[in-house]
């Protein structure tokens, strides 16, 4: 266990701290990647990265665990009645991390009056101190993913042009070593790669593009509800987010500097103005101690739940100095609309896989998006695209590239607005997993296609695909595209908070619930699972219904766990009949009560001993076969809990952390214990503590 042990004279918000200490354990960290620790010259000052890291887990760790405690406690009140979700009332006062308060009323107004050109007192835009650099606004792809490989981050700069900017990842789909992510990230910056190759299982990458032509350069941190599982500070773990920060600015941002590059941050999983507070206050502190204006270090965030979108306009605001813009954060979202009506019978939503893009809901969310970005001059960016090779199904290549090239033309189409004279066009970039070259090429075009060439395009779409767009109003009749009106009655406070504009956007989307949807999300839950604890989190998984491939990453884990969950909970109906493919027949009207869950599970589980067999039968990743029964136990301990889990990633790694089956056992039993009964070891508590986020001042439960 290493112990650095610092003393500070005083804090950024003026409290005195003595004999700060950040633990790092296991101690070989702090050796093994030497370079991300200790003494670091940035922008002239000398800092020690533990220090920095340490001072701000004492300042922000308190008001971190009442952000978390109030997730939980929102969720417990609705689940009672006593809260429901809705519109934030239009007198709410909210505060930034200056000082500086205005209702939700007036922040909403002083949007549509910078938009409409009123020179108001409440009128504001976003980066109004420290602009954005134009560069980064250059329409085409952001690619994103882990680059604890090496070869996949040479591979995705080499998409540079088709692609304009590369998120590297450190939560949904990151590396199972971040440090050793954040070193290989840290050298690429630094130049090392630059004229070298590498060799890695008989393939050379090399970095084919000068270094004036590289992509933006982002890195995702992890979410506010995430621990970094190396580090705590007084006995309590330091926010991944905090450490992931620190880490990369202090260890990047001469390097970035020199470059003429800017420093930029991916933030995840924001629900409320205070939340966005705790951000806002997170990166001002690490500008103070690099010496830089508050509003240098930019930000991208993920619109990705419901009660962001719920709060859109009062985050942005909040984040008014350094938010670039909003991405369509559409996994994670999907998950959230899942949870904000599980409470209620009437509330389960159909198969997740039929629930699209071009649904009624998740189009009002991805052009809401855009609409509230435009109001204040930021960029919006669309969501994933998650289609990958599949070197098995070469027959299912062409479609996946024709669904990467519709879901981009779908989104352009979206970001397409008309205000008197004039017309906006706002979604010119958006998100790609895969590097593949003719992948990248197939969603860059419709993105970084001219205005005028939008049309042309269209007619390359299938007569389904131009369906689907006229019924969301893209195309109009003849097929022509149609760009979004705005107008004055439209852009009131009262109309953005309409009753009208809720039913858009949350009302629960109609469709079936098959048995072959449920088979499908145990699949994907279960392989996705399977992988994430053999380590890797940026799993690509072959749908069975396609042929196709699609990354899959803990976003898309929650959403299939919550959705078979509820279904559960509710005994939902399945709405169609089917066969199993172990040849089980269901009626329509059939319920999912537990014991039919547990027979589809028992179907899966025949197979335990060779899970996965099929789906890697040459196991070219190395995985573990022993923890096929790991997971298939713990997902059925998660759907059958008597608890709803926020998030059932945590359970996971959680898992993933015990140094030996027991230890797993042990963390497992306290995790899924009715009652706090009986003696826990530390790591159980800790494991359980994680998981529904209970703090050492609330002591056991």
Do not use: C
Request: no cysteine.
């Amino acid at each position: 266990m290493a112990v650095v042990e610092r003393s500070t004279r005083k804090g950024r918000m003026g409290q005195r701290h003595t004999h700060v200490a950040l633990t790092m354990q296991p101690s070989h960290l702090a050796t093994t990647y030497a370079s991300l620790f200790g003494s670091h010259t940035v922008n002239h000052r000398q800092l020690i990265v533990e220090d920095l890291i340490a001072r701000l887990t004492e300042e922000l760790q308190h008001e971190r665990a009442r952000l978390l405690r109030a997730r939980q406690e929102w969720l417990q009140a609705v689940a009672t009645g006593t809260a429901q979700y809705a519109w934030p009332r239009l007198d709410e006062t909210i505060s930034d991390a200056d000082g500086h308060h205005l209702t939700v009323r007036e922040i909403t107004q002083g949007m549509i009056d910078h938009f409409t050109g009123q020179q108001t007192k409440l009128a504001w835009r976003l980066n109004a101190s420290v602009p954005v650099d134009p560069a980064i606004l250059r329409p085409g792809l952001e690619g994103t993913g882990p680059i604890g490989d090496l070869s996949m981050g040479i591979r995705a700069l080499n998409t540079s042009g088709k692609a304009v900017s590369w998120m590297w990842d450190w939560e949904d789909a990151r590396f199972h070593d971040d440090y050793q992510a954040w070193q290989n990230l840290k050298a690429v910056i630094r130049g090392d790669w630059d004229d070298q190759t590498l060799t890695k299982q008989g393939h050379a990458y090399r970095i084919a593009i000068p270094r004036r032509q590289w992509l933006t350069i982002f890195h995702r941190v992890p979410g506010l509800h995430l621990h970094n599982d190396a580090m705590t500070v007084a006995g309590q773990p330091v926010p991944a987010m905090l450490a992931a920060a620190a880490i990369y600015v202090l260890n990047n941002y001469d390097a970035l500097t020199q470059n003429g590059w800017g420093t930029y941050i991916y933030v995840p999983k924001i629900e409320t103005p205070d939340e966005a507070v705790w951000v806002a206050k997170l990166f001002q502190g690490i500008e103070e101690a690099i010496g830089v204006p508050h509003g240098t270090i930019k930000i991208k965030m993920l619109n990705e739940r419901a009660r962001y979108v719920i709060n859109q306009a009062a985050i942005m605001w909040v984040l008014r100095e350094r938010l670039i813009g909003p991405n369509v954060g559409r996994w994670d979202y999907t998950n959230s609309l899942i949870e904000m009506h599980k409470d209620a019978p009437t509330g389960v939503f159909p198969d997740p896989h039929r629930f699209t893009m071009t649904s009624t809901q998740l189009h009002a969310y991805t052009r809401r998006n855009a609409l509230l970005t435009l109001l204040v001059g930021g960029m919006p960016i669309g969501g994933m695209a998650a289609q990958m090779k599949n070197p098995r199904r070469p027959d299912v290549d062409e479609q996946a590239r024709q669904d990467i090239f519709f879901d981009k033309l779908r989104e352009r189409l979206t970001g397409l607005m008309r205000y008197r004279d004039h017309e906006y066009d706002l979604y010119r970039q958006s998100w790609i997993a895969s590097p593949i070259a003719d992948y990248v090429a197939a969603g860059a075009e419709p993105l970084q296609a001219e205005r005028g060439q939008l049309q042309a395009l269209v007619a390359r779409l299938s007569d389904a695909q131009r369906a689907a767009l006229r019924t969301l109003g893209l195309l109009n009749a003849q097929d022509q595209i149609h760009p979004y009106e705005l107008t004055d009655g439209l852009l009131t406070v009262e109309q953005l908070y309409s009753p009208d504009a809720w039913e858009e956007l949350f009302s629960v989307p109609e469709g079936p619930i098959t048995i072959e949807g449920i088979e499908r999300a145990i699949l994907m839950a279960s392989d996705y699972g399977f992988q994430m604890l053999n380590g890797n989190f940026a799993a690509a998984i072959e749908d069975p219904l396609t042929g196709n491939r699609f990354m899959n990453d803990l976003a898309t884990f929650e959403i299939f766990w919550h959705w078979l969950k509820t279904l559960v909970d509710h005994q939902a109906q399945l709405t169609q009949g089917g066969t199993t493919q172990y040849g089980t027949v269901y009626r329509a009207g059939t319920r999912v009560t537990t014991e039919l869950m547990r027979r589809l599970w028992a179907e899966r589980n025949q197979r335990v001993e060779h899970l996965f067999t099929v789906e890697y039968p040459d196991n070219p990743q190395g995985f573990d076969r022993r923890l096929a029964p790991v997971i298939m136990e713990t997902l059925q301990r998660m759907l059958f809990h008597d608890r709803w889990i926020y998030y059932g990633s945590r359970v996971l790694l959680s898992a993933m952390s015990a140094a030996s089956p027991d230890e797993r056992a042990q963390i497992l039993t306290a995790i899924f214990a009715s009652a706090q009964t009986g003696e826990r070891s530390t790591v159980a508590l800790r494991a359980q503590a994680y998981v529904y986020d209970m703090f050492a001042s609330e002591g056991r439960r």
